[in-house]
């Protein structure tokens, strides 16, 4: 039990992003030789080889499922619900009803993907499939079919985010992970903000050969899709343990850097998925990270109907979609400020609180006032404000469910499954333009309840930390019962960031 009593270092002075440290028993052999100096390099050029091929890939690929998923909102401005003659109600069902493919799916891909070798190959082929679903929406004539349609793309895209976010925490430290989803979402924007200028472009398109502007829409983005999706399969790398990118060193020193934070990564494990599995429901912190993300899935509802929240300034579709793209800029470039705050502080907790806070404002101003500047200022924050907490979040999920790794590929999932329902009622709250007095006032009761609720969570951790410090048996057995393995504790492991 002695290693059970070590202490260990400040939560607020974790290594800095490209140290590791050299001195830990389980160091591979073929790293030993090394010095301090010399492993700080080698991991410095094995972070930027990451960097340029797996964070361009990713981001790339993200960039194409969110502009997939927000096409519907843009071809209403172009008249698919008056061709499929669908009503607002009919038009919030079919906004909804890709998450009743997408949610239940997520966990068990994100399951099987911990067995895969070749996680990139398996991503990538879901983004194929996906952008041949979203280019036949075209094909549609009537609601049901694209109802249809849309229900079977959901499922398609279930592999993809919750699978992305599990496999950059394979690959990237806890200092390091933060930018890095971050980047994730700053992609997710620049889908957003080019999305919209680009379905603008496409418009014009509209009665050419017959086809109307928004099945142009589809057409082109899902073939775009398709043909992206088969380059990146062949650039994606594996996990890091069988990375061919990497020579048999940077291997090694992948694996190792990952192990010394939290025990066996992928590859060196041998738990069971249902094992993992039942260890991410049995941990009590899990519940309260599920709602968590369900109330700020729904503060992040907006970008489902963005376009609609700025047509209702009065201005014509296409220079409503333009208005889409300053807002998203803004909030990849505040994405990216935060993450690196938090990497640099390894703090979570008080950015959470600021960005519920601006959001609570922000929506206090459009259901006050029908003025067009005060209202498009609310909307120029709110995309960050809304969704800034997610980020910090999906940070703090792999990082305080971190092993075994089933367990932290299961957690993902059902944080973002179980949490993204929220997506399905809240397509029902945008309605009664242009204050949208329904949709603010619930997303902001939302937010404040996310505020206490993380609170709780925060004391729970401290109070976990406390244990862990003690050095009593006793209360390290009860850290551990609650999710912690004994590996961890070893480790001189503990909740950091709250």
């Not at 939560?11 to 052999?29: F, K, L, T, Y």
């Not at 997408?102 to 879901?126: D, E, W």
């Not at 603010?440 to 729970?460: D, E, S």
Request: aromatic share 10%; charged share 15%; proline share 4%.
């Amino acid at each position: 039990m002695d290693a059970l009593k070590e202490v260990h270092t400040d939560d607020n002075a974790s290594r800095a992003e490209g140290q590791v440290d050299a001195g830990h028993d389980r160091m591979p052999e073929s790293l030993r030789g090394f010095s301090q100096v010399e492993i700080t390099e080698l991991n410095a050029k094995l972070v930027r080889k990451m960097d340029l091929v797996i964070l361009p890939t990713i981001g790339i690929l993200y960039i194409l499922n969110y502009i997939d998923r927000q096409n519907l909102a843009a071809a209403k401005l172009q008249g698919i619900t008056d061709d499929l003659h669908m009503t607002t109600q009919h038009f919030a069902t079919a906004v909804s009803i890709l998450f009743v493919g997408y949610l239940p799916f997520q966990i068990p891909s994100n399951l099987l993907i911990t067995k895969i070798s070749r996680p990139g190959m398996y991503i990538c082929c879901a983004v194929i499939i996906w952008g041949t679903i979203s280019a036949a929406t075209a094909a549609v004539k009537s609601y049901g079919e694209l109802l249809a349609v849309r229900t079977i793309l959901g499922v398609a895209e279930a592999v993809f985010f919750p699978g992305a976010i599990y496999y950059l925490s394979a690959w990237y430290t806890k200092k390091e992970l933060g930018k890095r989803i971050a980047a994730l979402y700053i992609a997710q924007q620049v889908g957003n903000a080019f999305g919209g200028l680009f379905a603008a472009a496409v418009f014009q398109l509209d009665g050419r050969h017959g086809i109307r502007g928004w099945q142009w829409l589809f057409i082109i983005e899902g073939s775009a899709t398709v043909g992206i999706g088969i380059i990146c399969a062949c650039i994606m790398p594996e996990f890091p343990h069988n990375a061919r990118l990497l020579k048999p060193l940077e291997r090694d020193l992948a694996v190792w850097r990952i192990e010394s934070e939290a025990g066996a990564a992928e590859g060196t494990e041998n738990e069971s998925v249902l094992k993992g599995f039942g260890k991410a429901l049995s941990d009590p912190k899990l519940i309260l990270l599920i709602m968590c993300n369900m109330l700020s899935q729904a503060q992040g509802s907006i970008a489902n109907y963005f376009p609609t929240l700025v047509a209702s300034l009065n201005f014509s579709s296409t220079v409503s979609l333009l208005l889409t793209a300053p807002p998203y800029v803004l909030a990849g470039i505040v994405y990216y400020g935060l993450m690196f705050y938090s990497d640099r502080k390894n703090t979570v907790y008080p950015m959470i609180l600021i960005c519920i806070s601006i959001a609570c404002i922000m929506y206090i101003i459009p259901m006050t006032t029908l003025n067009v500047g005060a209202r498009y200022f609310s909307m120029m924050i709110l995309p960050f404000a809304s969704v800034g907490p997610q980020l910090l979040l999906y940070k703090t999920i792999n990082l305080h469910l971190a092993r075994p790794t089933s367990k932290r590929a299961a957690a993902s999932a059902l944080v973002n499954a179980i949490g993204g329902t929220s997506n399905i009622w809240a397509s029902y709250l945008y309605y009664a333009p242009p204050q949208f007095f329904a949709a603010f006032g619930t997303l902001m009761g939302c937010a404040l309840l996310f505020a206490a609720t993380i609170t709780f969570y925060r004391w729970l951790v401290l109070r976990e930390n406390r244990r862990l410090d003690s050095g009593n048996p006793a209360e390290i057995a009860k850290v551990i019962k609650g999710g912690v393995t004994e590996e961890m504790v070893q480790l001189g492991w503990r909740y950091e960031m709250y």
